[in-house]
């Protein structure tokens, strides 16, 4: 079916193909999680504790504020499982420079083993995928992903790259 007016073909947004998109990102991300999953399972750890040592790794020194703001949950949520990583000794808090009421957060070397052997299995996953898929599908995947995140997350990602270097 295409729109005579725009001449795009639009059969892509049929209900039976948006299901099957909401499907592939369901068994996409179970894909995804999996192998981390079973690695955090071995330290009792679920995938809060995941994207904790995630963000605070790719930003060393993120304070517990913007932490909270990149994860969109609770104080409670996190005081739990950040207070379980600091006390096993995985991520390490210090005061801030400036404001000695800030705390800011980093990886201990053993939260940056964790941390890689996590993210190495979802690298390897997302790279194979990559390749297989070829440049324009990486970047027609990277706009379809970037039209399901909220506008917040969505401009730090386009507003001068700013993800992609490490600044959430």
Known sequence: MTDIKSGVNLLFLREEELRQGIELLYFAYRGFTEEPDAILAEYGFGRAHHRVIYFVGRRPGI????????????KQSLSRVLGQLIKEGFITQRPGARDRRQRLLELT????DLE???TETQRARIAQAYRAAGPDAVEGFRKVMLGLIG??????FTAGGTQARGRY
């Open 63 to 74: 304070t517990v504020s913007e932490l909270l703001s990149t994860l969109c949950i609770t």
């Open 109 to 112: 070397a053993k939260g940056i």
């Open 116 to 118: 890689r052997s996590l």
């Open 151 to 156: 506008e917040t997350d969505r401009i730090s």
